[in-house]
């Protein structure tokens, strides 16, 4: 039986740690120290580490876990400046977890960087700083039509998928969708949800599809009233979901 956990680090990461028996994997280790303790405490032996993109709060502890397991494999997405991989993946790259009887199915979903990939385990989608509860990453390195084509792709692995975001965004997230859609009654609950959560401790993540296809603004560009609220924003013609993507991004880029 697969167990999924967040190793909680820096202000808002998660580092997710998938086990069985007495094996595990970790997605975006920015934190070797945070990591390696729970991975000890839990009996637990590294197999492997899935990196979905470069930046230094998904990879920085990387080497100090391959000091503890130095056995471990690093993926890494092709392309990726982060040179700490021992095997590099593409789209439709299907990697086995070795320990968890697992396969890993790998996206590639440009936009908050070039080289960002996201892995599917069954129904569980590690989708690092792509997509948020309620938001998505910014545009560091790749266009906002990059980052809305990734959307879509991620989007289209269906309802069901269980999203594992790499950070804690989801309360600013959802401040900014409800400026977006003030009457969207289902936001409106999951915000109290998800207030009642952090005030108690415990993640907002993981989140459905479904639920963010109902309350995420970024995957809701295509809806007359989404786009009604990015133009009387922007003051500009919203033609198109990707015209409206654009603006709600630049949008919450300054909210």
Known sequence: MLSISPIPAFDDNYIWCLSATDHAWVVDPGDGDAAAAYLLE?????????????????VAGVATLK?????AEVVVPVNSPFQGGTQTVSEGSRILLEGLHQIATVTLCPGHTLDHCAYQVGHHLFCGDTLFSGGCGRLFEG???QMHDSLHKLR???ASTLLYPAHEYTLA???????VEPDNEQLQA???RC?????????????SMANELAINPFLR???PQVQAAAERHSGHPCQDSLACFTQLRAWKDRF
């Open 42 to 58: 839990q009996g637990l032996e590294l197999g492997g580490v899935l990196i979905t993109h470069h930046h230094s709060d998904h």
């Open 67 to 71: 000091r503890h397991w130095p056995d």
């Open 143 to 145: 266009s906002a039509e």
């Open 156 to 158: 289209m692995l269906g």
């Open 173 to 179: 997230n959802l401040a900014f969708a409800q400026a």
């Open 190 to 192: 999951y915000q109290l």
């Open 195 to 207: 207030s009642k959560l952090r005030q108690d401790g415990i993640p907002t993540l993981p989140t």
């Open 221 to 223: 560009s295509h809806l």
